[in-house]
């Protein structure tokens, strides 16, 4: 096959244009998520909105200042086709769907076979979100560390996975035959990896918006489409010391 490289560039000409042009109406700003969509696609836009110099924390707890920082490299676990987040409850996940009066998020990108952490502050200064500050965290020290070693296995381990899986497992899932409707019941853990053979797995993401919080025995892990409507909600429970998945959700 042969490929016209000449499109590329007008396509992503476009793409820059049509954010500089919701930049300036003051539209990007109104929702984190947009925003980050945006930031993450325009190299014009990091150049905007990054506070320099940026504040580094290594993790050592060692705080300076430095003037140069890769966006494109640092920022590539998010232009995958989708990202996830972590909630400690229903509740988190649909007040998140409402209108945000937050001014400070934090996106974490966890690597979950390296073992470690690196989380980009963002503040809203003047209407406008801006990256304030990149922090790296010791993993064992994070506030979600217990279930992010059970996840990293449950995620790369297939026996281990099927074996913490609770018997039967509840699933609700949109009906393919009637729109906004929806089919609950329950299924085995034998099925569950043609039910659904792929999870978020190796280096994920979490946005932390506002102050999250989390509880020592529950976690739900919503995987979303980065350019569509796709959303799986993935149900976390501890029990007996040992974490299971509880629920599924598509």
Not at 48 to 64: E, F, N
Not at 67 to 86: G, I, P
Not at 132 to 158: K, M
Request: with cysteine.
């Amino acid at each position: 096959m042969s490929v016209d490289t000449s499109v590329v560039p007008d396509t992503l000409s476009e793409v820059e244009e049509e954010i500089e042009e919701a930049d300036e109406s003051d539209k990007l700003d109104t929702s984190f998520d947009d925003f980050m969509f945006a930031f993450t696609h325009s190299d014009r836009l990091q150049s905007k909105r990054i506070v320099w110099p940026l504040s580094y924390t290594d993790v050592d707890g060692d705080t300076k200042k430095i003037n140069s920082f890769n966006c494109a490299s640092e920022f590539r676990f998010l232009k995958e086709d989708f990202y996830t987040v972590l909630y400690g409850d229903r509740k988190q996940v649909e007040n998140q769907k409402s209108d945000m009066e937050d001014s400070l998020v934090v996106v974490e990108r966890i690597d979950l076979i390296e073992e470690n952490l690196r989380s980009f502050e963002f503040q809203l200064i003047a209407g406008k979100w801006k990256l304030t500050s990149v922090r790296d965290i010791v993993f064992h020290e994070s506030d979600i560390y217990d279930f992010l070693t059970f996840y990293a296995r449950f995620s790369s381990d297939t026996l281990y996975q099927q074996a913490h899986i609770e018997q039967p497992l509840k699933v609700m899932v949109l009906d393919p035959e009637e729109d906004d409707s929806y089919i609950e019941g329950t299924i085995n853990a034998e099925q569950w990896r043609s039910f659904c053979p792929d999870v978020p797995q190796g280096v994920i993401s979490n946005i932390r918006y506002g102050v999250q919080r989390y509880r020592p025995k529950r976690m739900i892990l919503q995987k979303s489409g980065s350019s569509n409507g796709m959303q799986e909600l993935f149900f976390f429970t501890k029990e007996d010391n040992e974490w299971y998945l509880t629920r599924y959700e598509n």
